[in-house]
């Protein structure tokens, strides 16, 4: 089993920028890739960006320049360095964690979530 807890969401105003943690905890995830994911009101669920055992990342679109996922596997702890932070990157952000070795966005993929943490970047 694994739990997932995020941190470091707040209110930031645009062109701010804000970190998240997410401590990890339970065997084996230090292999797992881990994702971060945001759901605005009244939208689906979106990966952001993700990064697999071997630190290889992917990025979504709007992530894709701004934001920076790390991993530090001695800490068992996920980042997200975001950068520019605009309005439309407002949303509650969860961290998720996957028993599969590839980078990847889907939703689908990922079998392990946090309770999330709320970003409201204000203009």
């Known amino acids: 089993q694994v739990q997932l807890v995020e941190s470091g969401g707040g209110s930031v105003q645009a062109g701010g920028s804000m970190r998240l943690s997410c401590l990890a905890s339970?065997?084996?995830?230090?292999?797992?890739?881990l994702g971060w994911f945001r759901q605005a009101p009244g939208q689906e669920r979106e990966g952001v960006a993700s990064?697999?055992?071997?630190?290889?990342?992917y990025y979504g679109d709007s992530a894709k320049g701004r934001f920076t996922i790390s991993r530090d596997n001695a800490k068992n702890t996920l980042y997200l360095q975001m950068n520019s932070l605009n309005s439309e990157d407002t949303g509650v952000y969860y961290c998720?964690?996957?028993?599969?070795?590839?980078?990847?966005?889907?939703?689908?993929?990922?079998?392990?979530w946090g309770q999330g943490t709320q970003v409201t970047v204000s203009s």
């Open positions: 998720a964690a996957g028993p599969f070795y590839t980078t990847s966005d889907a939703v689908s993929d990922f079998q392990f």
């Open positions: 990064i697999d055992g071997d630190s290889n990342a």
């Open positions: 339970g065997s084996l995830v230090s292999s797992y890739t």
